[in-house]
């Protein structure tokens, strides 16, 4: 594989979408090696097929806010690859979506649900709506306008989105609800859904709670413990406060938290009715996290930084892309951090992952540890095609399994001279099977 010739291709093809090339980018230089070692690959240009999604949708999504005024946003969805099972993957709303981020999620999500061992394919949407500062009532308008174009795209056994930034419980309530009504049909076509109406128990939890489980794995295979370790994590939504349940209930110590206004220290500890509270300002001040100074005195609010420059044992990105960088990195580093482990997608810059593996800092990508939530949305998926629901014991078990299969793959493929090159080994891993189902398929 001529990894340079490819790359300028795919550059020269997207023009514009510098995230597809840093996610594209990222996985051909960790996989050259594999694939010049097994020549079916290029054989069959698995790679050339590879970063060409099958398929992208772009609609227009019209609606009415509340002073009755018509908005237009763009709606999308990425089918990227279903060579290992239906389309799978979240749906973003946020003001920077554009196809360039979705064609980078959708990527990266093709080879993540390929290391949760289930078969899910890879695909992702969103659009540029913001539902920051909207009411109620326009979330609604909006997402049932989304799905009224939607609709046509998915189905239970073909494309079945989820969350993603933006888009929680109530957003896919009001999503299922028009598609429900939409195709008079009561099936698993999205996952996140509530409780009463099909979802799984733990779904809301799983991501952060998966990436903590990975976090653990990383940690005990160079001889260390979660107990007692202080974390750092940033944004306040749905994936850090997974993340922060499940440090705390193993026995870390959760300092730091971020808004878009800054970051908290809290050298007590973010735990128990902190939590509740966080999910009370991300509920109703829109993530600001300087209240929470005011209200715990143990806690400091530092305006317009990131918690990147606190002296932590373990970072978890729990944001947004590029949210840590090569100078991000160098201040954890200096000051003593000893694993950073991705839970948003893509959360590190090629060059802050570069810094940490320099540093033999041991550094997970978001695709393996955060694909707890993809994994739950596909035993959410299992259970609705069997009609029943199961326990929270069954599915944290499933879980845990799943990340610890993750954990093992990427051992399995990134492990040399005494480092765990975790982005190598989940790329590689994720690789192969889908590869391997794309060449058994035939050329079609
Ligand atoms: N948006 C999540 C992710 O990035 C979850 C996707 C899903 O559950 O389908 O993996």
Known sequence: ???KKILADVEAKNPGQPLFLQAVTEVLETIEEYVAKNPKYDDNKIIERMVEPDRIFQFRVEWVDDKGEIQVNR?????FNNAIGPYKGGIRFHPAVTVDTLKFLGFEQTFKNSLTTLPMGGGKGGSDFNPQGKSANEVMRFCQAFMTELFKYIGP??????????????????????????????????????RNWGGSILRPEATGFGGVYFVDHMLKKIGKDIKGKTVALSGFGNVAWGAALKATELGAKVVCI????????????????KIDYMNELLQTRNNVVAPFATKYPTAKFIAGQKPWE???????PCAIQNELNAEDAKKLIANGVQLVCEVSNMG?????????????????????????????????????AAHLGWTPEEVDAK?????????????KYGEANGYINYVKGANVAGFIKVADSMIELGVC
Not at 258 to 273: R, T, W
Not at 310 to 316: L, S
Not at 399 to 411: F, G, T
Request: glycine share 16%; proline share 3%.
């Open 399 to 411: 879980l845990k399994q799943i990340m610890s299969d993750i954990h093992a793959s990427c051992v």
């Open 258 to 273: 971020s808004g878009p206004d800054g970051y908290i220290y809290d050298e007590a500890g973010i735990a128990g009715e």
């Open 157 to 194: 056994d073909t494309d079945v989105p989820a969350g993603d930034i933006g888009v929680g419980g109530r957003e896919i309530g009001f999503m299922y609800g028009m598609y429900k009504k939409l195709a008079c049909e009561n099936t698993g076509v999205l996952t996140g859904k509530g």
């Open 75 to 79: 709606g999308y969805r990425v089918q």
């Open 310 to 316: 606190a002296k932590v044992d373990i970072a978890m």
């Open 1 to 3: 594989m001529d990894v």
């Open 348 to 384: 590190c810059t090629a060059d802050a992952i570069h810094e940490l593996q320099k540093a033999k800092i041991s550094f997970a990508p978001g695709k393996a540890a955060n694909a707890g939530g993809v994994a739950v949305s596909g035993l959410e998926m299992t259970q609705n």
